[in-house]
């Protein structure tokens, strides 16, 4: 992506092969994700915007930045759009090229030295939006207990994990299920930045678990700068692991949450109005890369996923080249194991057409579901037309009550009647579930 020089509110993009966002996603261990900085992609989803910006491997390669503690590694001479990007520590910085939309907090906004009034707050408090979760008053739930990654494995958590008033999440899961477990707490005590900012976008009180080390991920300076967003005292308490059991959570100040919706609705503004101007300038943004099959093949080599996809395409369809379904298998296979949605996709549609590889429903509804993780609309409809999930069906039935599908707007009449019909099927296949012997049911748990 190269950007104009034009430097105003007005400025845009002109497209060269891709928007590029960055957030952190490297594992902590093999396989094992921290939950904070997924949220990301699922921004991207809710705004419809995971098929116009692909995944950067740094920051200075990053388009826009969405959320996270970045911008101690972004060079002063890009030209990024930051969303709700903040700092990790209290240092001097200055992006006199970037295009600064929404900033974490008012520490972050002074080291910057940032005089727009713009909008303040932490993207992820958008989550209880995206991810609605019904949020009960029971008396007897537990309390939470969210560590920063780095403290997961902690010992001086073990005499926790065994009590029944207690419950330990684990951050390093996607971000759905931490924060389905968040929401069954009645308060949450955490190290574990994007654990507080999702407890307070569900409402529910919080504190900070304070272990008192040196690692430069949990010192004050990112949660403080949060804190200045929502109106949230600097002197609230912290605690240590060991005296966890001196939390009273009548006692727990919970008044800054009134500002929450204020600040959620300033960001969703920000980020409906950046995904609308997004799609307005670039259309469909996946369309075949128009190179030749040599210069296809070498950045191939040099790890670009769109390409590895598009010989693949070329492959099953017999076009340039000979049709070769081990071919298309082969590269598809290639730039799904690299992350990318449309691999993931194909790939899916290799297993359930037998191309390259024996027919597998299991394999293909796996990587069709891998796909739609990733917010691949056609995913999701494979998902509901040929595996009858219902939960693609709630998320198509979803899209087109807002208004689109994929890259397309619907008209209103079409869109309202297709949403009703993709909910009325949602409705007939939980049904049909919900019959179904438990054994069966447990099966069709994918694991993801």
């Not at 928007?19 to 419809?48: Q, R, T």
């Not at 740094?58 to 990007?85: M, N, Y």
């Not at 619907?410 to 296949?429: C, F, N, P, R, V």
């Given at each position: 992506?190269k950007?104009?020089?034009?430097?105003?509110?007005?400025?845009?993009?002109?497209?060269?092969e891709?928007?590029k966002?960055?957030?952190?996603?490297?594992?902590?261990?093999?396989?094992?994700?921290n939950?904070?900085?997924l949220?990301g992609p699922?921004?991207l989803?809710a705004?419809?915007?995971?098929?116009y910006?692909?995944?950067?491997?740094?920051?200075?390669?990053?388009?826009?930045?969405f959320?996270?503690?970045?911008?101690?590694?972004?060079?002063?001479?890009?030209?990024?759009?930051?969303?709700?990007?903040?700092?990790?520590?209290?240092?001097?910085?200055?992006?006199?090229?970037?295009?600064?939309l929404a900033l974490?907090?008012?520490?972050?906004?002074?080291?910057?030295s940032?005089?727009?009034?713009i909008?303040?707050?932490?993207?992820?408090?958008?989550?209880?939006?995206?991810?609605?979760?019904?949020?009960t008053k029971?008396?007897?739930?537990?309390?939470?207990i969210?560590?920063?990654?780095?403290?997961?494995?902690?010992?001086?958590?073990?005499?926790y994990?065994?009590?029944?008033?207690?419950?330990?999440?684990?951050?390093?899961?996607?971000?759905q299920?931490?924060?389905?477990?968040?929401?069954?707490?009645?308060?949450?005590?955490?190290s574990?930045?994007?654990?507080?900012?999702?407890?307070?976008?569900?409402?529910?009180?919080?504190?900070?678990?304070?272990?008192?080390?040196?690692?430069?991920?949990?010192?004050?300076?990112?949660?403080?700068?949060?804190y200045?967003?929502?109106?949230?005292?600097k002197?609230?308490?912290?605690?240590?692991?060991e005296?966890?059991?001196?939390v009273?959570?009548?006692?727990?100040?919970?008044s800054?949450?009134?500002?929450?919706?204020?600040?959620?609705?300033?960001?969703?503004?920000?980020?409906?109005?950046?995904?609308?101007?997004?799609?307005?300038n670039?259309?469909?943004?996946?369309q075949?890369?128009?190179?030749?099959?040599?210069?296809?093949?070498r950045?191939?080599?040099?790890?670009d996923v769109?390409?590895?996809?598009?010989?693949?395409?070329?492959?099953?369809?017999?076009?340039?080249?000979?049709?070769?379904?081990?071919?298309?298998f082969y590269?598809?296979?290639?730039?799904?194991d690299?992350?990318?949605?449309?691999?993931?996709?194909?790939?899916?549609k290799?297993?359930?057409?037998?191309?390259?590889?024996?027919?597998n429903?299991?394999?293909?509804?796996?990587?069709?579901?891998?796909?739609a993780?990733?917010?691949?609309?056609?995913?999701?409809?494979?998902?509901?037309t040929?595996?009858?999930d219902?939960?693609?069906?709630?998320?198509?039935?979803?899209?087109?009550?807002?208004?689109?599908?994929?890259?397309?707007?619907?008209?209103?009449?079409?869109?309202?009647q297709?949403?009703k019909?993709?909910?009325?099927?949602?409705?007939?296949?939980?049904l049909?579930?919900?019959?179904?012997?438990?054994?069966k049911?447990?099966?069709?748990?994918?694991?993801?």
């Amino acid at each position: 992506m190269k950007r104009n020089t034009k430097r105003n509110q007005q400025e845009s993009w002109t497209m060269s092969e891709s928007m590029k966002s960055y957030w952190w996603s490297h594992p902590c261990e093999v396989g094992i994700f921290n939950f904070g900085d997924l949220i990301g992609p699922l921004l991207l989803n809710a705004y419809g915007l995971v098929d116009y910006i692909e995944t950067a491997s740094r920051v200075d390669d990053a388009d826009v930045l969405f959320a996270g503690s970045l911008l101690q590694s972004l060079s002063p001479e890009k030209h990024t759009t930051i969303i709700g990007s903040g700092m990790l520590t209290d240092q001097r910085l200055h992006f006199p090229h970037a295009k600064i939309l929404a900033l974490r907090g008012q520490l972050t906004k002074e080291r910057l030295s940032v005089q727009d009034d713009i909008p303040l707050g932490d993207p992820g408090l958008l989550i209880s939006r995206i991810l609605p979760i019904e949020v009960t008053k029971e008396e007897d739930k537990p309390i939470g207990i969210v560590p920063h990654w780095k403290h997961y494995a902690s010992p001086r958590l073990d005499s926790y994990r065994c009590d029944p008033r207690y419950k330990i999440i684990n951050p390093r899961c996607e971000p759905q299920c931490v924060a389905q477990e968040i929401c069954s707490c009645s308060v949450i005590i955490a190290s574990s930045l994007h654990a507080l900012i999702v407890a307070d976008a569900y409402g529910i009180p919080n504190v900070r678990l304070d272990f008192d080390d040196e690692s430069v991920d949990v010192r004050d300076f990112k949660c403080l700068d949060y804190y200045s967003a929502i109106g949230r005292s600097k002197e609230d308490a912290k605690i240590t692991p060991e005296n966890l059991m001196q939390v009273d959570p009548s006692t727990i100040n919970s008044s800054y949450q009134k500002n929450i919706a204020k600040v959620q609705d300033a960001l969703h503004k920000v980020l409906l109005s950046f995904a609308q101007d997004v799609r307005k300038n670039y259309g469909e943004l996946y369309q075949e890369p128009n190179v030749s099959l040599h210069t296809a093949m070498r950045m191939a080599d040099c790890g670009d996923v769109r390409r590895m996809n598009y010989i693949g395409d070329l492959y099953y369809r017999g076009e340039i080249v000979l049709k070769s379904p081990d071919e298309a298998f082969y590269w598809y296979k290639t730039a799904a194991d690299r992350g990318y949605h449309w691999g993931m996709f194909n790939l899916g549609k290799c297993y359930y057409e037998g191309v390259g590889v024996d027919k597998n429903d299991a394999e293909a509804r796996r990587w069709y579901k891998r796909a739609a993780d990733f917010g691949n609309f056609w995913a999701y409809e494979e998902l509901a037309t040929w595996f009858n999930d219902a939960d693609s069906m709630r998320y198509l039935s979803d899209c087109y009550f807002n208004g689109y599908a994929g890259y397309r707007t619907i008209e209103k009449e079409e869109s309202l009647q297709k949403g009703k019909e993709w909910l009325e099927k949602a409705t007939a296949a939980e049904l049909v579930a919900s019959n179904m012997p438990e054994e069966k049911t447990a099966e069709d748990n994918w694991g993801f």
